[in-house]
């Protein structure tokens, strides 16, 4: 059986910054197209982390991510599509702060000896060398019924393993079905090397639908599936390493 580790003498915090510029370069009743780029950085307190890849300490230098140039693109109304040249400096992750991030935001690694190392998702993520590579994203309405979303992505970073990731998403558009505001089920799998490996942590797919009621009152239930190494083996063996959540909101409008 693991020690147990007294969470008051791990803590960790971080901050991040962000910037943005984008010109529209067409727009008619057939394309829209803008280029763009972005900046972000983040900011923390310095110190040792535990590096997972070689089981050993490193000094922690928080960095900056880039994505530029960067298009996007609606044609005929139908089709959106996006690409951009993403890079890195120092010790950078791009989306950090998305949906499973909750969940994840502190790992637990096996270092031998029945003893468990807490690892921060920001110090388990990021990469070792700089990053270089590109992130796609394609959407298309299918006959005003249904929207169907994806998106890619393949960071490299010398040679060390590629960062990819994967997003589904696929949306039925409003008014389909009475009160219905919204439904829609999504797939995401990011920053992992092996993005088809969908049973495993850095996974997280769930359906979410919301219905309008009376009075500008919506009841929304959230279904969420996602995957936690809590032994620290590498692999998810176990049945409570399967995390379900199921959430039940409501909504005002005036």
């Known amino acids: 059986k693991a020690d147990p580790f007294d969470i008051t003498k791990k803590t960790h915090s971080i901050v991040a910054a962000s910037a943005d510029v984008g ?3 067409l727009s008619n009743n057939w394309l829209n197209l803008m280029v763009f780029g972005e900046f972000g950085k983040y900011f923390g307190k310095s110190g040792a982390y ?3 890849a070689t089981q050993s300490k490193r000094d922690l230098k928080y960095g900056w991510g880039m994505a530029a140039p960067g298009i996007r693109a609606n044609i005929f109304k139908i089709v959106n599509l996006g690409l951009e040249w993403r890079m890195t400096g120092g010790d950078f ?9 909750d969940i994840e935001r502190v790992s637990f690694v096996d270092v031998g000896n029945a003893n468990l190392v ?14 270089k590579g590109i992130f796609g994203s394609l959407g298309i309405s299918v006959l005003n019924i249904v929207t169907v979303s994806g998106a890619y992505q393949d960071m490299r970073q010398g040679a060390a393993d590629p960062v990819r990731g994967i997003y589904g998403d696929i949306a039925l558009s409003p008014g389909i079905i009475p009160k219905i ?10 920053n992992v090397t092996d993005p088809f490996d969908i049973k495993s942590e850095g996974t997280l797919m769930g ?4 219905a309008e009621l009376a009075g500008g009152v919506t009841l929304t239930w959230d279904f969420r ?9 590498g692999a998810i063996d176990h049945p409570d390493e399967t995390i379900t959540s199921t959430s039940i909101e409501t909504g005002f409008s005036f």
């Open 181 to 190: 505001k919204d439904a829609r089920a999504y797939l995401t799998r990011m």
């Open 207 to 210: 359906y979410r639908v919301t």
């Open 23 to 25: 010109y529209p370069v």
């Open 118 to 131: 807490p690892v921060s998702r920001y110090e388990k993520l990021f990469p070792s060398d700089p990053l």
């Open 50 to 52: 535990y590096d997972v």
């Open 225 to 233: 599936q996602t995957y936690r190494d809590l032994d620290g083996s």
């Open 93 to 101: 992750v791009y989306n950090l702060f998305n949906q499973n991030y």
